[in-house]
C-alpha cells in the first residue's frame, strides 16, 4: 500500500512520565504507587553494572524487563 506523507506535531503529556529521586523516595509508601525497573535481570540484581556506579535496582521497585514486552526480530514492536 501507498503511505502518504503526514505531519507530526508533539505534545506534552497531560502527566509526567519522568520522576526525580526526590518524588519517587516521597511516595514509596503509597499503596497506589508503583516503580517499574526495566532493565535487564543481572542489572536489577547487581549481578551487572554496564559499566554504571551503582548497582542493583531502587528499594521498593518491581522488576518487568523490557525485552519480555516486546516480540523478537528486526523492527521490534510491542506485544499484544
Known sequence: PKIAPATFT???AA?????TAE?????LDRPDFLVL?????GEWEGTNSRGNK?????PGAAHLEWLNLVEPGPGARTQK
Open 37 to 41: 525497573d526495566v532493565r535487564s535481570l
Open 54 to 58: 551503582r548497582t542493583g535496582h531502587v
Open 10 to 12: 508533539q505534545r506534552a
Open 15 to 19: 502527566d509526567p512520565i519522568l520522576a
Open 23 to 27: 518524588y519517587i523516595m516521597a511516595n
